[in-house]
């Protein structure tokens, strides 16, 4: 076996000088430019998965059709994802993110002129491919900008607008559908990305490029096809009520594993892989990707089934279903500064430990709760559990950057959002596959909702385990 960007020197002996003390200027500035991406990122997701039924009436397209709107866009993010790291080596991680950012507002765009579902599919497969690049290399900006010693405050910082953009979505995607029209979910990039894009050409350091490193083809149709299948099988699986032996579930999964098999054995031999999976040796990244797997799943699983217990158990409207999700927004809002100050100091393991345990323990009521559960009881409970996911996810991508080199980031950065990504699949076929047997079985509508956040509990409890043992590899 050949590697040879992988090794076990300390990653602070390579890293820039850091201290624990103030974080300068610089970094900061990069932070408030690169977060501009990020909302876009996570908004745009919010916004579109609210606004499918409108938007499928005006274009008169059924809503089989138009969950390609949301499907072909996390599809094609799953396979940019992989060509990131490789991107960034050759042309500058500043001037990807730039790139990116640029793209993505236009196809906005695009998307908001689009009359025709299949043409807005198109569009939005584009825009996948475009936030796949942007939001890992807006970590990779970040990560190197702060150094494995000011990596938790800077991310738990930066984490703030992540997690309130979709807690706020459900109430913006509703005020705009109700009082503007759906071409405004994709036109409030626009201002957003223009900001972001005038900004970073000012404050981001673009990054020195490699023009003669060659992209692997061959890597590329195994690890984003691979990513790809797996992703869109677990869609499948979601949609189709849990069928396992359903052909559209087993045989993209069955050919997704055997595809990522395959360019684990192609990287493990190349001298220049396309993803260094050598990382792995690492036990602190490894660990720190485990966890974040069963986080991601927790995390995407909870955030897609609060919207459904207020509007299809409670009755509640959109609008008013947005401002119920207040609260867990702005439970992250609290925890993340603290979180990051807290990792920092203490570790990603720790801390992520203690927000898995929390949000379990705050899911569980949920599942005795009746439908009408009185909203001095939920709310805080929603606040609570915001806290918990905010301190379950973002210590896990800190410790997970902070274990490696700096020229390691931008495949770090992939393997992260990789992992989180399809975790977030798993969570949310979960959820649909719940809650689709429970409604074809006749039994109390409550019954789905009840065993849906006893699953939540449960992924949080197997992502809290295996925070365990990346406190425990910490502190080795």
């Given at each position: 076996?050949?590697q040879t960007?992988t090794?076990?020197?300390?990653?602070?002996?390579l890293?820039?000088?850091?201290?624990s003390?103030?974080?300068?200027?610089?970094?900061?500035?990069?932070?408030?430019v690169v977060?501009?991406?990020?909302?876009?990122g996570?908004?745009?997701?919010?916004?579109i998965?609210?606004?499918l039924h409108?938007?499928?009436?005006?274009?008169?397209?059924?809503l089989a059709?138009?969950?390609w709107?949301?499907?072909?866009?996390?599809?094609?993010?799953?396979?940019s994802?992989?060509v990131?790291?490789?991107?960034?080596r050759?042309?500058?991680?500043?001037?990807?993110?730039?790139?990116?950012l640029?793209?993505?507002t236009v196809?906005?765009a695009?998307?908001?002129?689009?009359?025709?579902?299949?043409?807005?599919?198109a569009?939005?497969?584009?825009?996948?491919?475009?936030?796949?690049?942007?939001?890992p290399a807006?970590?990779?900006?970040?990560?190197?900008a702060?150094?494995?010693?000011?990596m938790?405050?800077v991310?738990g910082?930066v984490?703030?607008?992540v997690?309130?953009?979709?807690?706020?979505?459900?109430?913006?995607?509703?005020?705009?559908?109700?009082?503007?029209?759906?071409?405004?979910?994709?036109?409030?990039?626009?201002p957003?990305?223009?900001?972001?894009?005038?900004?970073?050409?000012?404050?981001?350091?673009?990054?020195?490029?490699?023009?003669g490193?060659?992209l692997?083809?061959?890597?590329v149709?195994?690890?984003?096809?691979?990513?790809?299948?797996?992703?869109?099988?677990?869609?499948e699986?979601?949609?189709?009520?849990?069928?396992v032996t359903?052909?559209?579930?087993?045989?993209?999964?069955?050919?997704?594993?055997?595809?990522?098999?395959?360019?684990?054995?192609?990287?493990?031999?190349?001298?220049?892989?396309?993803?260094d999976?050598?990382?792995?040796?690492?036990r602190?990244?490894?660990?720190?990707?485990?966890?974040?797997?069963?986080?991601g799943?927790?995390?995407?699983?909870?955030?897609?089934?609060?919207?459904?217990y207020?509007?299809?158990l409670?009755?509640?409207?959109?609008?008013?279903t947005?401002?119920?999700?207040?609260?867990?927004?702005?439970?992250?809002?609290?925890a993340?500064?603290?979180?990051?100050?807290?990792?920092?100091?203490?570790?990603?393991?720790?801390v992520a430990?203690?927000?898995?345990?929390?949000?379990?323990?705050?899911?569980l009521?949920?599942?005795?709760?009746p439908?009408?559960?009185n909203?001095?009881?939920?709310?805080?409970?929603?606040?609570a559990?915001?806290v918990?996911?905010?301190?379950?996810?973002?210590?896990?991508?800190?410790?997970?950057?902070?274990?490696?080199?700096p020229?390691?980031l931008?495949?770090?950065?992939?393997f992260?959002n990789i992992?989180?990504?399809?975790?977030?699949?798993?969570g949310?076929?979960?959820?649909?596959?719940?809650l689709?047997?429970t409604?074809a079985?006749?039994?109390?509508?409550?019954?789905?909702?009840?065993?849906?956040?006893?699953?939540?509990a449960?992924?949080?409890?197997a992502?809290?385990v295996a925070?365990?043992?990346?406190?425990?590899?910490?502190r080795a």
């Amino acid at each position: 076996m050949t590697q040879t960007r992988t090794d076990n020197t300390d990653p602070a002996d390579l890293a820039p000088p850091v201290d624990s003390g103030k974080i300068p200027a610089h970094v900061w500035r990069t932070a408030f430019v690169v977060v501009f991406g990020a909302i876009m990122g996570m908004l745009d997701t919010s916004l579109i998965n609210i606004g499918l039924h409108t938007i499928g009436a005006d274009l008169h397209a059924p809503l089989a059709t138009m969950q390609w709107v949301a499907s072909g866009y996390l599809l094609a993010l799953g396979v940019s994802l992989t060509v990131c790291g490789w991107l960034a080596r050759r042309v500058g991680v500043g001037r990807l993110w730039l790139t990116a950012l640029a793209a993505f507002t236009v196809i906005s765009a695009a998307c908001a002129l689009a009359d025709t579902a299949n043409w807005l599919i198109a569009l939005r497969i584009l825009q996948g491919l475009a936030a796949g690049v942007m939001i890992p290399a807006g970590q990779t900006l970040l990560g190197q900008a702060a150094g494995p010693q000011r990596m938790g405050r800077v991310m738990g910082v930066v984490g703030v607008a992540v997690v309130g953009a979709p807690a706020l979505g459900p109430t913006i995607g509703g005020l705009m559908l109700a009082h503007w029209s759906w071409q405004w979910l994709f036109l409030i990039n626009i201002p957003l990305g223009i900001i972001g894009f005038g900004l970073g050409l000012r404050y981001l350091p673009l990054g020195p490029g490699t023009p003669g490193h060659r992209l692997d083809i061959a890597g590329v149709m195994l690890a984003g096809g691979g990513v790809a299948a797996i992703v869109y099988g677990l869609t499948e699986l979601g949609e189709g009520g849990g069928s396992v032996t359903a052909v559209s579930v087993w045989l993209p999964m069955v050919l997704g594993l055997l595809a990522l098999a395959g360019f684990i054995a192609r990287a493990v031999r190349s001298t220049r892989p396309l993803l260094d999976v050598g990382m792995f040796t690492n036990r602190v990244f490894a660990a720190a990707n485990t966890a974040g797997f069963f986080a991601g799943a927790s995390m995407f699983g909870v955030m897609v089934l609060l919207p459904l217990y207020f509007q299809v158990l409670q009755g509640t409207s959109l609008i008013r279903t947005g401002l119920a999700l207040i609260a867990f927004g702005a439970g992250g809002a609290v925890a993340l500064p603290i979180g990051g100050r807290l990792t920092d100091r203490y570790g990603g393991g720790v801390v992520a430990v203690a927000g898995n345990l929390v949000v379990a323990i705050t899911v569980l009521p949920f599942v005795f709760l009746p439908a009408d559960a009185n909203a001095l009881l939920v709310q805080p409970l929603l606040f609570a559990a915001g806290v918990g996911t905010a301190l379950a996810s973002t210590p896990l991508v800190s410790a997970a950057y902070a274990a490696v080199r700096p020229d390691q980031l931008p495949d770090a950065t992939a393997f992260v959002n990789i992992l989180q990504r399809v975790g977030g699949a798993i969570g949310v076929a979960v959820i649909a596959v719940i809650l689709s047997r429970t409604t074809a079985s006749d039994t109390d509508p409550i019954t789905g909702y009840h065993l849906s956040f006893a699953a939540v509990a449960l992924l949080s409890l197997a992502a809290a385990v295996a925070s365990v043992l990346l406190r425990n590899r910490q502190r080795a």
